[in-house]
């Protein structure tokens, strides 16, 4: 893990930072992609991928006893931690700048790969932290794909699929990254106000409308709204029958096939997987069963589609399959590929959105990536101080 209309500040609360849609829009174009096997290979240190700054302040809270800890004190257990790391592993510190205080509160205050929540208790004067996610839950994360499939079903395929008109609503809360966010914020230390303020230049000279600066990158905006208006005007038309589950839309029988025509561009499900640091996983699940092909990435989080043999999660309840998504083949032509993953904005929700429209009994297909990885290993083999080299790379459809 981060492309659709900007939303309108709503009347009753301009304060609110919550966008106002009519339908879930297509999330941003971070593409998510299946893990592939990658090894880092480093002649003076074999420094692994997850060794950075955002995983050592990842890893000090959760091995916190509490469920939260002070900026602070995170800040000062991370470089705790990170020198016993690089003693241990003859590794080097991942915080090693003349300012390594200031580094991790900066990680903190961006959170670009989103592990953390930051709140502040009441009666505190400084800003906590708890982890977005609990690593390794299957129940929690079955739980959260359980509320999304039901959203998606009940808010979104009725206006898709033309069944009602639907109103100016959200459908799920903060999916993409198109978000309002406030033009000024207040932060809780001096340097966090300094990155803010270095941020929010690199925004001009562009003028805001209003006090909202819209984060945008869509490069289909006037194709979505042109879709979203023709579907509008036709919506008092004959009514389609709207789906209630995947199993209207999908079947799996050697792969995925479409059981009518899915429109273009519109949201087919989510990906499931429990979430997964790379080091546990690499620890973990690596090379067990299925699990290094199947597992998929969002930003530096796997998620992991495997129970602890390796093998494909089933419905706990009826045993059938539980995502249809597992069982979508691969091609290495793009052109072929019809359907896309995308890196939802809410933490570790990977979105499977339509490219173009998919006719009845068609198969789906999403465009694999090993051609281009393994293009990316042969170039960097010039390089092996930073080379990449794909193992285990998972078998695609052409």
């Given amino acids: 893990m981060p492309n659709s209309t900007p939303a309108t500040p709503p009347e009753e609360d301009e304060s609110s930072l919550k966008r106002t849609f009519c339908q879930m829009e297509r999330p941003n174009k971070v593409e998510a992609y299946k893990r592939k096997r990658l090894t880092r290979i480093n002649p003076a240190n074999q420094q692994p991928r997850w060794h950075n700054q955002s995983y050592m302040l990842f890893l000090a809270l959760r091995q916190h006893s509490g469920t939260s800890m002070a900026r602070t004190d995170l800040i000062k257990s991370a470089l705790t931690l990170d020198k016993k790391i690089s003693e241990e592993r003859s590794l080097p510190k991942v915080f090693r700048g003349k300012t390594p205080m200031n580094s991790a509160s900066a990680i903190l205050t961006n959170n670009s790969d989103r592990y953390f ?97 819209y984060l945008d990158n869509s490069g289909e905006i006037e194709e979505h709204q042109q879709q979203k208006k023709d579907i509008e005007e036709n919506i008092e038309g004959e009514e389609v029958d709207s789906p209630k589950s995947w199993h209207e839309l999908i079947s799996i029988s050697d792969g995925l096939r479409a059981k009518r025509k899915l429109p273009k561009n519109i949201p087919l499900g989510f990906y499931f997987g429990v979430p997964m640091t790379e080091d546990e996983f690499d620890s973990l699940k690596d090379g067990i069963g299925k699990a290094s092909e199947m597992a998929v990435m969002y930003r530096k989080t796997v998620i992991d589609p495997t129970d602890s043999q390796g093998e494909i999660y089933v419905d706990p309840s009826s045993g059938e399959p539980l995502c249809p998504f597992h069982y979508i083949r691969e091609t290495s032509i793009r052109d072929k590929a019809n359907i896309t993953l995308y890196e939802g904005d809410i933490v570790n929700q990977i979105v499977c959105w339509t490219k173009r429209e998919i006719n009845e009994n068609e198969e789906l297909l999403v465009y694999s990536y090993t051609t281009e990885l393994n293009t990316y290993q042969n170039t960097q083999q010039e390089h092996p101080s930073t080379c990449l080299l794909e193992n285990n790379a998972t078998s695609t459809t052409t």
Wanted: hydrophobic share 30%; net charge positive; proline share 7%.
């Fill in 117 to 213: 929540v930051a709140f502040k208790p009441e009666g505190s004067r400084s800003m906590h932290f708890k982890l977005s996610f609990e690593p390794g839950n299957f129940d929690s994360a079955f739980c959260e794909y359980k509320e999304w499939q039901n959203k998606l079903a009940h808010q979104d395929w009725p206006f898709y699929f033309q069944t009602l008109k639907r109103k100016n609503v959200m459908s799920i809360e903060n999916l993409v990254q198109d978000l309002q966010v406030e033009y000024k914020q207040e932060y809780p230390t001096e340097f966090d106000e300094f990155i803010a303020n270095r941020r929010r230049a690199r925004l001009q000279p562009q003028p805001t409308p209003n006090k909202y600066v």
